[in-house]
């Protein structure tokens, strides 16, 4: 069932061509595709607006007799799959017109839960001055923290921007401060614990791995609900970086499976630190058993399993919606919200967990994908230095 | 009113009920399996679970909640199979310990 170094197969260089430009091309057509229209935005904050000019990034809106209604700017900020772009209007007294989402990358079913509306219609005939920013208005039940950040960062964006230019009024922005807690330590713990147990023996590294697994499942989990998803993933391809301050985590966690992949050849992150892997492996224990497939349908699967994600991901990628490559179902058991088709997912992959060992890690976690192709970049160029180190050697000789 | 309000079901059920954990005894005893009180309760707790996630399920669809009945029902159905199989190994590790304990009786 294991795959090791020598069995994976030899990618060929011209599939690495192919699988690069395919990524390089979609993520460039998603990033100059047309520009949104503001027009119909404007026309949603001021109904009588008939035309606009725009002068230093902000927009001034006139009626049909050519009076200045109000003006708007817009704002941005980074929410969990890329960044969130609002327009926020602001009459010639200094109240709030109204705001309007231009465009976001949010996975659907979070962007579901976060209050904006709510938060718009509460700041809208305020003056700009009063606005509320405190984020509890924005949050939805639970989660979605990410997206509700970029709201409210947006919303004073755009504001400032107003306020600055045309009320001479500065609205102080603030810098978010550096989030490291308790969680950010335990992943940094975690880590470091899983590289030291490669040099216990076999008891003792179980025993870690175990223990490392509680911890994941209970704080990456159910706590925290932040394993690396592919729309994460897929937003870092396209470019689109989080706030390292409020981030910290997500860095940490991306940079540990990058780093122990390439360093010790596989990931740490998914051996001692994914949650869902962990649920899989408890759920395994409970079940007691382990069926093994033909190695013809688990290669079948694995290639099945490439191709979607890469279809995935180039999808995300060209549309510029990193959150369609969202197919993963943690979202449905760490905080019991997802698609039917997540919900569905789940429901096979933990009973499949009861007699097969780690079904969703074997056969579709899209981290196996990117663990395949940072496994095979190592190795090609541990070949290439072995090569060039051989024939370095061959040269001293003659 | 339907069938499942009716009295009719309740006594069904409770005759099914009954015929159950007669049956589970006898299941036990013929694999002299040891049936303490913790284990008649975690058989309780679990068929107490399984029960609430088919109500839950059916209750939800009769209130017109189809979303909530896949979703709680897929949730709740998850943890009943895993209970049920934790709680079946737990049996049967039971049963081979007696199966064992039983040939070195008769060895003897």
């Known amino acids: 069932m294991k795959r090791s170094s020598r069995q994976r197969p030899k990618s060929s260089l011209l599939l690495y061509l192919f699988v690069i430009a395919a990524l390089v091309l979609s993520a460039w057509y998603g990033r100059t595709r047309s520009a949104p229209d503001i027009r119909p935005h404007l026309q949603e904050i001021y109904p009588e607006a008939a035309s606009f000019t725009v002068l230093e990034g902000v927009y001034a809106v006139l009626d049909e007799r050519g009076e200045?209604?109000?003006?708007?700017?817009s704002g941005s900020a980074n929410g969990y799959a890329g960044p969130l772009q609002l327009l926020v209007g602001i009459d010639t007294t200094g109240t709030v017109s109204g705001t309007s989402v231009i465009n976001h990358r949010e996975t659907p079913v979070f962007?579901?839960?976060?209050?904006f509306p709510e938060f718009f219609s509460e700041i809208t005939g305020t003056p700009f001055e009063k606005i509320d920013y405190?984020?509890?208005?924005?949050?939805?039940?639970?989660?979605?923290?990410?997206?509700?950040d970029a709201i409210v960062a947006s919303v004073r964006q755009a504001v400032a921007r107003v306020a600055g230019e045309r009320f001479e009024v500065t609205i102080p922005i603030p810098i978010p401060p550096w989030e490291f807690g308790f969680f950010e330590i335990m992943i940094m713990v975690l880590f470091a614990g899983a590289v030291a147990s490669r040099y216990l023996n076999r008891p003792m590294s179980q025993g870690w791995r175990w223990i490392s697994?509680?911890?994941?499942?209970?704080?990456?989990?159910?706590?925290?609900?932040?394993?690396?998803?592919?729309?994460?993933?897929?937003?870092?391809?396209?470019?689109?970086?989080?706030?390292?301050?409020?981030?910290?985590?997500?860095?940490?966690?991306?940079?540990?499976?990058?780093?122990?992949?390439?360093?010790?050849?596989?990931?740490?992150?998914?051996t001692h630190l994914c949650p869902f892997g962990a649920i899989q492996r408890f759920i395994?224990?409970?079940?007691?058993?382990?069926?093994?497939?033909?190695?013809?349908?688990?290669?079948l699967m694995r290639k099945m399993r490439d191709v979607i994600v890469f279809g995935a991901v180039v999808t995300a990628l060209a549309m510029a919606q990193p959150g369609l490559a969202h197919y993963e179902p943690f979202a449905a058991l760490f905080s019991l919200k997802g698609s039917m088709l997540q919900w569905f997912l789940l429901l096979i992959v933990l009973l499949l967990s009861l007699i097969m060992d780690r079904p969703w890690c074997n056969f579709m976690c899209p981290m196996r994908t990117g663990e395949w192709a940072l496994q095979d970049i190592r190795d090609r160029v541990a070949r290439t230095r072995r090569g060039s180190h051989e024939s370095r050697e061959r040269g001293d000789q003659t | 009113m339907s069938f499942f309000t009716s009295g009719l079901f309740w006594f069904l059920e409770g005759v099914l009920f009954c015929i159950f954990i007669l049956a589970v005894r006898a299941w036990a005893e013929d694999r002299s399996i040891?049936?303490?009180?913790?284990?008649?309760?975690?058989?309780?707790?679990?068929?107490?679970?399984?029960?609430?996630t088919l109500a839950f399920v059916g209750t939800s669809f009769g209130e017109g909640e189809p979303a909530a009945a896949i979703r709680g029902g897929i949730l709740f159905g998850i943890i009943v199979v895993i209970a049920g199989a934790g709680l079946w190994r737990l049996l049967k590790m039971e049963s081979s310990q007696g199966e064992e304990k039983l040939a070195t009786e008769t060895e003897e």
Request: with cysteine; charged share 10%.
């Open chain 1, 284 to 299: 395994n224990l409970i079940g007691g058993k382990s069926i093994h497939l033909p190695v013809w349908s688990v290669k």
């Open chain 1, 111 to 115: 962007w579901r839960m976060v209050r």
């Open chain 1, 134 to 148: 405190s984020y509890e208005d924005v949050v939805g039940v639970t989660g979605a923290t990410r997206s509700s």
């Open chain 1, 213 to 270: 697994q509680v911890f994941a499942l209970v704080l990456l989990g159910f706590w925290e609900n932040s394993p690396i998803t592919l729309t994460k993933l897929t937003g870092f391809l396209a470019g689109w970086f989080p706030e390292v301050r409020t981030n910290l985590a997500i860095y940490l966690l991306v940079g540990g499976f990058v780093l122990s992949v390439l360093i010790f050849g596989r990931s740490l992150y998914c």
């Open chain 2, 34 to 52: 040891p049936m303490p009180y913790w284990k008649w309760i975690s058989l309780g707790a679990w068929v107490f679970l399984a029960g609430f």
């Open chain 1, 68 to 73: 200045t209604l109000g003006w708007a700017a």
